[in-house]
C-alpha cells in the first residue's frame, strides 16, 4: 500500500521547468510517483486530496507543496503541466478525462481503469486532446531488477523470448486498507490490479502489442469477511509475437516476510533465461533486485540493488515537454491496461 521507492536525484530538467500537481491520495503508490517524478528534476507545486488527514501526512514529505482548496485550482495554473493522481480505481479513469480535457497531461497509478467503456472513453479523450495518459506500472518501472532485465533482453542477451512467467504475491494488511478496496465495483477485481503490473511487464518483455487471454481464474479462499473481494488470480496469454505469458497473482504474503511479497519473474529466452528476485531473495538476502541469468556465455547472479536507477522518469517528463514516446508509447499503456480488464473479465471463479 505504501510501497514507495528513493533513489538517486537524476534531474533532466531544472527546478521550475516541470511543474507537476498531486489530487486523490487514495492509494499510497502516490508517494512512489512523486518521488520518482521530484527524483528526475520535476517540481511539486500543488496538492489537492479532499481528505485533510491525508493532505497533512502529504506536507510532512514534500513540505514545500501548496494546498489547493479544488482540482480545479490545479487545473485553472497555467504552470501545471502534468497531474498525478492515485484515486480510488473506479475514479481513475474519469479522472484523467477531465484532467486531459482541462489540458494537462496525466500520470494515474495502476490499475488505470475497471471498465472496457472507461478504456475507451480515454483513448477518445487522448485522441482528441493529444494530451497523455500515463499508467505507474511499479513492478517494472520502479524496481531496478526488471528495468535492468528489460535493457538484457532489448539487447538480446537470451535470443528471442517465447515465455514471461510472473509471480505476485502481495501482503494484504486488511486493517490498514479502505472499504473501497475491498468493493468489486470499485477495485476491478484482483487481475485488473496487481495483475495489471504482470501484462505489461509481458509486452515489454515480448515486444508483443497484442494478446489475447486463453484462460484466467480468480477466487477469494481467505478473505470470506469480505465477499466481494479476491485473494487470488491466475492469467494465460499469448501474444502476437507466439510468445506465451503465465501470471499468478495473490494476497497471501505471511507477516514474517521481511518485505510485502516475494515477487518474481521468468523471462525464457531462445539463448537462456533470466529470472528476477524483485524484492527479497528468500531466505539467503533480504535486498531487493537480484538478476540470475543463464545464457551462451555462462551462468551468473547479478544484485543490481542501487545500481541502475528509475530513467522512467525523466524520460516521461521529457516526453510531456517535447511530445515524444521514450518512457512509454500510449499505445503500450493502453494495452496492458486493456488485457488486464479483458483478463478479469474472462475469468472463472473459483469456490473452496
Not at 88 to 95: D, F, N
Not at 133 to 138: A, D, K
Not at 184 to 201: T, V, W
Request: with cysteine; net charge neutral; proline share 4%.
Amino acid at each position: 500500500m505504501n510501497y514507495a521507492p528513493e533513489g538517486k536525484p537524476n534531474p533532466v530538467v531544472k527546478p521550475g521547468v516541470f511543474i507537476f500537481a498531486a489530487a486523490h491520495l487514495d492509494h499510497g503508490h502516490i508517494y512512489g510517483m512523486c518521488n520518482g517524478l521530484t527524483e528526475a528534476g520535476a517540481t511539486l507545486k500543488w496538492v489537492f486530496e479532499p481528505d485533510e488527514q491525508k493532505t497533512k501526512a502529504f506536507r510532512e514529505k514534500y513540505p514545500q507543496v501548496k494546498v489547493a482548496r479544488s482540482l480545479d485550482e490545479i487545473l485553472s495554473d497555467p504552470e501545471v503541466r502534468l497531474v498525478a493522481a492515485a484515486a480510488v480505481t473506479s475514479e481513475r479513469g474519469p479522472l484523467g478525462c477531465h484532467i486531459m480535457e482541462a489540458g494537462k497531461d496525466y500520470f494515474s497509478d495502476k490499475a488505470p481503469f475497471t471498465t472496457l467503456d472507461q478504456l475507451e472513453q480515454a483513448k477518445s479523450v487522448v485522441t482528441r486532446t493529444g494530451r497523455k495518459y500515463m499508467v505507474y506500472y511499479g513492478e517494472r518501472l520502479h524496481n531496478e531488477s526488471a528495468m535492468y532485465a528489460t535493457d538484457l533482453v532489448a539487447r538480446g542477451m537470451i535470443g528471442r523470448v517465447v515465455q514471461v512467467t510472473s509471480l505476485a504475491p502481495h501482503r494484504l494488511s486488511a486493517a490498514t486498507r479502505p472499504a473501497w478496496f475491498f468493493q468489486r465495483e470499485k477495485f476491478g477485481g484482483i487481475l485488473c490490479d496487481i495483475g495489471s503490473h504482470q501484462f505489461e511487464q509481458f509486452l515489454t518483455y515480448t515486444g508483443a502489442t497484442d494478446a489475447t487471454v486463453t484462460q484466467a481464474l480468480i477466487g477469494n479462499f481467505a478473505n470470506r469477511n469480505h465477499p466481494e473481494f479476491e485473494d487470488y488470480g491466475e492469467a494465460s496469454l499469448i501474444g502476437d509475437t507466439g510468445a506465451s505469458n503465465y501470471v499468478r497473482v495473490d494476497w497471501y504474503t505471511p507477516d514474517t516476510l521481511p518485505t510485502w511479497g516475494d515477487g518474481r519473474t521468468f523471462i525464457l529466452g531462445t539463448k537462456g533465461f533470466i529470472e528476477l528476485r524483485k524484492y527479497i531473495d528468500l531466505a539467503r538476502d533480504n535486498t531487493a533486485n537480484h538478476v540470475y541469468i543463464a545464457d551462451e556465455s555462462g551462468v551468473r547472479h547479478i544484485p543490481v540493488n542501487g545500481k541502475v536507477g528509475y530513467r522512467f522518469f525523466g524520460e516521461f517528463i521529457l516526453d510531456c515537454l517535447h511530445r515524444t514516446e521514450k518512457a512509454m508509447t500510449q499505445a503500450h499503456a493502453f494495452k496492458s491496461a486493456e488485457l488486464a480488464l479483458r483478463a478479469q473479465i474472462a475469468a472463472r471463479r473459483l469456490t473452496g
